[in-house]
């Protein structure tokens, strides 16, 4: 914490008038920035591969703004971003590598230092004509023309972000445009991911999304087999807790089949941990097929500890195998 920092270290390297609990103010506004900046910026290289069918590299692309920006600092600098209009600009003048931005950036330098009073001699609608063209080339409108052919969703966020940007900013659209995708992508995942139970009607349904269950017929009495296909997070935990509070009779054994579940987050690991808690005495819980990511998050938090490792199984058919083991157990009792 700042307030920790030693005596003398809080005026170190920073300019006169600037503080850290006035940098602590501002650190909200810094987080916004970045965020804009790194948004803006691979936005500009997407525009730039569709122009020349190249590919960036997002990786490197952050992590040299983000050291170009914190370096600019020291020199009384402030954040920049890739510029879509200026790299489709150099784009269409034949550009082919990143040595154009540099000169790009020096040929500004000339202009600020000794060619300023000349630029007032260009005309406006000059200038208007070239960002117009521009526009026009970074727009792609046969792409736009297939988003409105594809799911309405899509289409409507990028009219409603194109909205934004002429009415308000491009900080305002972004920020919307990326909570309402985020908010769409949550839905479309909670749609394909399945539940299914292994009882008469179902494995149809079952099969149609790509989860091998086993017969009803093979499947011993007493018996219940749960699948789900897709991601078990808080998107479909309301609908998991729902299916298993609508069994009926609780089975002596119960198989959770996690063969299609690639990541549990923390509301579907609580829903996990209530449906253990509730589940009647006598009831024998088993694991079967759990991907090697929800292992991992299983363990952290313990729920296959409760379960125990004698009951974690790498297939199905090695759990059908143990359940018939334990109901043979329960008849001899």
């Given at each position: ?73 020291f ?45 007032e ?19 792609d ?55 299914h ?10 099969a ?11 499947v ?9 296909n ?18 009926e009779t ?14 549990i987050?923390?509301?579907g690991?609580?829903a ?20 090697e ?32 083991e334990?109901?043979?157990?329960e008849?001899?009792?």
């Amino acid at each position: 914490r700042f307030g920790t920092l030693p005596t003398g270290f809080h005026d170190f390297a920073l300019p006169q008038g600037v503080t850290f609990e006035r940098i602590r103010e501002l650190f909200p506004d810094a987080l916004t920035i970045a965020l804009l900046a790194g948004i803006e910026s691979l936005l500009a290289c997407v525009v730039a591969d569709s122009m020349t069918g190249d590919r960036h590299n997002s990786n490197m692309e952050l992590i040299s703004q983000g050291i170009g920006n914190v370096a600019s600092v020291f020199f009384g600098g402030f954040a920049a971003t890739g510029a879509i209009a200026r790299t489709a600009t150099n784009v269409r003048a034949g550009a082919h590598s990143s040595i154009s931005a540099i000169v790009h950036s020096l040929f500004l330098v000339v202009v600020v230092m000794w060619l300023l009073p000349l630029t007032e001699y260009i005309p406006l609608a000059a200038l208007a004509a070239v960002l117009g063209m521009v526009a026009y080339d970074m727009s792609d409108l046969r792409t736009v023309r297939h988003i409105f052919q594809g799911p309405k969703s899509d289409w409507s966020v990028m009219i409603l972000t194109f909205a934004l940007t002429v009415i308000f900013d491009l900080t305002v659209a972004v920020y919307t445009g990326v909570m309402l995708a985020s908010l769409l992508f949550m839905r479309r995942m909670s749609e394909l991911t399945g539940i299914h139970t292994c009882v008469s009607g179902e494995e149809e349904e079952a099969a149609a999304h790509d989860i091998p269950l086993p017969d009803e017929e093979t499947v011993p009495d007493g018996v219940e087999i749960f699948a789900i296909n897709g991601p078990l997070f808080f998107g479909v935990a309301d609908r998991f807790q729902s299916t298993l509070d609508a069994m009926e009779t609780p089975p002596k054994v119960f198989i959770m089949y996690l063969h299609n579940t690639p990541a549990i987050d923390m509301t579907g690991i609580h829903a996990l941990e209530a449906f253990l808690e509730r589940r009647q005495e006598g009831c024998r819980v088993l694991f079967a097929a759990v991907q090697e990511p929800a292992r991992r998050t299983l363990q952290r938090v313990g729920i296959l500890r409760a379960v125990g490792e004698e009951n974690i199984y790498p297939s199905l058919d090695e759990a059908l195998l143990r359940a018939e083991e334990i109901l043979e157990e329960e008849k001899r009792k």
